[in-house]
């Protein structure tokens, strides 16, 4: 954590966070979860097309390379971007905890201009848990798992049922995800998390 107090912070009491039993093994791919999602669906042309992969305990890993299309400033990374990259890289959490949640507060420093081209080494952890909160960490990294930290995020993420995503989401999208049994499958498997 980037060691202010702010909404992203545990609580005192908070528990330490358990890695589900049925987590994906550390080094294990994690499959987009929707292949329309701008930070890992391979339908998106301009997406980042992140792959996630489990790590040790409650943490994740990723790759994400600057295209043209991610720009800002010429020739950098938008911020945005680089936003999203570590929310989806933070949304990958949840398949070690084998619950849904959602980003409800992302606190992200900019701490080094990332070049169209680099590859932005990500990191993600679960820090703590309280009830439905999630309290998570993550840091970016350029050219690799130990060069310079370009980007970090402390992250408040809020478990939610699948009806979050049913009630809210536009109809059109949601009864084509409602008709693809693989896609059923595995919003229920996390629905059964005990
Ligand atoms: C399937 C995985 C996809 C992963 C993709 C990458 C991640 C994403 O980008 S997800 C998309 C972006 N996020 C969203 O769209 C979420 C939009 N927000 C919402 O839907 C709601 O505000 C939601 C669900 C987060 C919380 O609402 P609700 O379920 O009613 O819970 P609510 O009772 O308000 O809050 C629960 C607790 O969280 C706290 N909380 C909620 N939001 C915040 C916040 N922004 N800051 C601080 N605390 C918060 C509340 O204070 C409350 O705390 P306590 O239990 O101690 O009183």
Known sequence: MSGRTTAATPPPGAAPPARHPEAPAPGEIIGSHYEYCFGCGGGVAHGLHLQTRAGEGVSVTAEFQVKEAHQGAPGLAHGGVLATALD?????LGWLLRVIAVTGRLETDFVRPVPVGAVLHLEAEVVAVAGRKIFCTATGRIGAPDGPVAVRADALFIEVKIDHFIENGR???????????????VARAFEVNP
């Open 88 to 92: 989806e890289t933070l949304g990958g």
């Open 171 to 185: 109809k059109q999208e949601i009864q084509a995800v409602l008709a693809d049994p693989d896609q059923v499958k």
